[in-house]
């Protein structure tokens, strides 16, 4: 598998835990942008949360893949608790549907930093235990740190503790440009940096002075990322999304106009095509 771009469902739904059930139009977007998959935050599910099989035949019909799923926890424990295995191996179970794709794990926003070092180690070690029992099953679990102000995992310092603790046998690193740009960092060096690791990727758009921005229009060199990503040989998914006002006010449109924006300045990268020409 070659590099493939697709489209994250947050841009539709930024509440991880709001549930719904559109996904039919999702689909249809990102299929009309020129997306080739989907990574559905699991609320979004909607009628295809107890049916892998309806939802493989729904992607089938629009030509496009499952990238991955992507599955929140809060993890206020050392360990997972029950119910929170329980909902990660039914996921796990869900993703075997669909080979290659991944199970997203995001870093929850607390209510604040206290305790810092204590919360850390505690999700990242649930997400170890996630990620290997995903392995074990075929499917490749992978961490994505955000970055709001309250986040676990927001700066460099938070960083260098996650991959420290992170069990590269078993997990890998979704980085999101945005997050890494909006935590006070170069997403063009955190991603060089960490290329070995990298299973999925997160593009997103924010500017010197950490604003959303329409992909394109911020401070983040995407041809730059891209290239980086195919000389090192990644050969996965470019994941687009939006946190713009405008994406809250018409997502349709918003990815619509960032699928031409792939098409013209990044997928000439990963095809090898010479843009000079």
């Known amino acids: 598998m070659s590099i493939k771009f697709g489209c994250h469902t947050s841009t539709w739904e930024l509440d991880y835990d709001k549930e719904t059930d559109y996904l039919d139009n999702?689909?249809?977007?990102?299929?009309?942008?020129?997306?080739?998959?989907?990574?559905?935050?699991?609320?979004?599910?909607?009628?295809?949360?107890?049916?892998?099989?309806?939802?493989k035949r729904a992607l089938d019909e629009r030509g496009?893949?499952?990238?991955a799923l992507t599955v929140p926890f809060t993890w206020e424990n050392d360990e997972e608790t029950e119910k929170e295995k329980e909902r990660a191996d039914y996921y796990?179970?869900?993703?075997?549907?669909?080979?290659?794709?991944?199970?997203?794990?995001?870093?929850?926003?607390?209510?604040?930093?206290?305790?810092?070092?204590?919360?850390?180690?505690?999700?990242?070690?649930?997400?170890n235990a996630v990620g290997k029992r995903a392995y074990e099953k075929g499917v490749q679990a992978s961490f994505h740190p955000a970055s709001p102000k309250t986040s676990y995992f927001r700066t460099k310092q938070d960083y260098d503790v996650l991959f420290e603790l992170l069990d590269k046998t078993y997990m890998s690193y979704t980085p999101d440009a945005g997050h890494i740009k909006a935590g006070g960092m170069r997403p063009e060096e955190i991603i060089k940096e960490n290329l070995s690791i990298i299973k999925h990727v997160h593009f997103?758009?924010?500017?010197?002075?950490?604003?959303?921005?329409?992909?394109?229009?911020g401070d983040i060199d995407f041809p730059y990322i891209v290239q980086t990503l195919k000389d090192s040989g990644y050969q996965g998914w470019i994941m687009i999304e939006e946190e713009t006002e405008e994406a809250a006010e018409d997502p349709n449109q918003v990815i619509l106009n960032v699928g031409k924006y792939v098409e013209e300045k990044l997928r000439p990268i990963t095809d090898g095509v010479n843009q000079d020409n």
């Open 26 to 55: 999702v689909m249809n977007t990102v299929k009309d942008a020129g997306f080739k998959g989907v990574d559905v935050q699991v609320a979004m599910l909607g009628r295809y949360q107890n049916n892998p099989e309806k939802l």
């Open 92 to 127: 796990i179970d869900y993703l075997i549907n669909f080979p290659g794709a991944v199970m997203n794990l995001p870093s929850r926003v607390g209510p604040n930093r206290d305790n810092l070092l204590k919360r850390q180690k505690q999700i990242i070690a649930c997400a």
């Open 204 to 217: 997103k758009d924010c500017s010197n002075n950490f604003e959303w921005k329409e992909m394109g229009t």
């Open 64 to 67: 496009i893949y499952l990238a």
